[in-house]
């Protein structure tokens, strides 16, 4: 008869053997993706691009794309057709998103650039008054919500005023008080991230410790935060490896220098820059890698707590698992349907799909961020209010 302690040895041992294999994926994953760099300079044009005389063009992106989703989907079930193979998801699930982001980046660095003169779905003469108004009544509700349901816990409330600031800053300028250099700007960012730090220590502490010492959800959980914020720094413009054609600028010289840029809301001290020889470029303020790295730790804290409750022996049912990953997808995948809108339905036509989810410096596409922050914030937090700790297995004396 097996005793505790064999089981316990074997249990460590296949931890090990899972995390380099998770390890391997990560690293594979890692080159995959640096494969796009490795692409000779060239220029995008409507929407296609010519490398080596193959032209290629914007929706072959699809392709990678869907097949990464289907990779992400297929492993959640792998479990159902072999229960062995159970221990491969989510090393599948990595080497999914690593496509499918493969054919999200493609997507995004074919896009026609001229779509972003056009307009929003909500016309820009009324954004002003809008966000002030929608920013307003999100800090109401969080006051009103705060006080009856989370009265001993006004941090809650407090968070919620901040991301309702967010929305309603742009907004002061319909009375004539928004400047891209105003100090309350600054608060807000700052705030929000030094607010959302603060209730997660409070409120999640314990269990983002667990998950950073359980060696498969951290690595997991690094592994999709970093290769979201990959993304996010591309659909965003933050890192481009095919640039636009530029009148007197010459694509074979390297371009570093020092430059304002007003995003998110108030102006932050940036570093512009082109490497021809690697080739890959960008635009990256204080303010956006602040923005992303926020993004991009909480959808890898989530990450982890997949990880850790789909395959730490946990009680978590496979209803609960998907609670946890369905909102986390949502809030990842809008910025990809938004580069999917504008391949189907046109630069005109999927141009204000952009602005709404793609565009983190447009007024309404704020309001997918702010969405997105209270989602991943409350499910963290709700992980804690009901933990699914591991049972404990009752010891059996040797025989």
């Known amino acids: 008869m097996t005793s505790s302690t064999d089981r316990t040895a074997t249990d460590r041992s296949d931890g090990r053997l899972g995390s380099r294999r998770l390890g391997r994926a990560m690293l594979t994953a890692v080159l995959l993706v640096a494969g796009l760099g490795s692409m000779p300079v060239?220029?995008?044009?409507?929407?296609?691009?010519?490398?080596?005389?193959?032209?290629l063009e914007q929706w072959f992106g699809l392709v990678p794309l869907v097949v990464g989703l289907g990779i992400v989907v297929a492993s959640q079930y792998l479990h159902r057709l072999r229960p062995a193979a159970a221990r491969y998801r989510l090393h599948g699930t990595i080497v999914g998103l690593v496509v499918g982001i493969f054919g999200a980046i493609w997507i995004v660095q074919l896009s026609p650039y001229e779509w972003l003169t056009a307009q929003p779905i909500v016309p820009r003469a009324i954004h002003a008054p809008l966000m002030l108004l929608v920013g307003g009544g999100i800090m109401l509700a969080s006051v009103l919500v705060g006080q009856f349901r989370w009265s001993r816990q006004p941090r809650f409330a407090g968070l919620g005023v901040l991301l309702g600031l967010w929305?309603?800053?742009?907004?002061?300028?319909?009375?004539?008080?928004?400047?891209?250099t105003n100090s309350l700007g600054?608060?807000?960012v700052l705030g929000l991230v030094v607010g959302l730090g603060y209730v997660l220590y409070r409120d999640a502490g314990g269990l983002i410790r667990q998950l950073l010492a359980d060696r498969t959800a951290r690595r997991f959980g690094i592994a999709v935060g970093g290769l979201s914020v990959l993304f996010f720094a591309f659909s965003s413009g933050m890192l481009y490896l095919i640039p636009d054609d530029g009148t007197g600028v010459s694509l074979s010289e390297q371009i570093v220098s020092v430059l304002p840029v007003a995003d998110p809301l108030v102006m932050w001290p940036a570093v512009e820059f082109w490497y021809p020889d690697v080739p890959i470029g960008g635009v990256v303020s204080v303010g956006?890698?602040?923005?992303?790295t926020l993004f991009g730790t909480l959808i890898g804290l989530n990450a982890a707590l997949f990880a850790f409750q789909s395959g730490s022996g946990t009680?978590?049912?496979?209803?609960?698992i998907a609670g946890i990953a369905a909102p986390q997808a949502c809030c990842c995948c809008g910025p990809a349907l938004s580069q999917i809108a504008v391949v189907v339905l046109g630069p005109s036509a999927g141009?204000?799909?952009?602005?709404l989810?793609?565009?983190p410096s447009s007024s309404i596409g704020s309001l997918f961020f702010v969405a997105s922050v209270a989602v991943l914030t409350g499910l963290l937090v709700r992980a804690t209010d009901r933990p699914d700790e591991p049972q404990p297995e009752p010891a059996t004396a040797p025989a």
């Open 315 to 320: 009680s978590q049912t496979g209803a609960g």
């Open 42 to 55: 060239a220029s995008a044009h409507g929407g296609t691009v010519t490398v080596n005389g193959f032209r």
């Open 357 to 359: 989810f793609g565009d």
């Open 186 to 188: 600054y608060l807000i």
């Open 351 to 355: 141009a204000p799909i952009y602005l």
């Open 167 to 180: 929305v309603a800053y742009p907004g002061l300028s319909a009375f004539g008080l928004y400047t891209e």
């Open 288 to 292: 956006t890698v602040l923005l992303v």
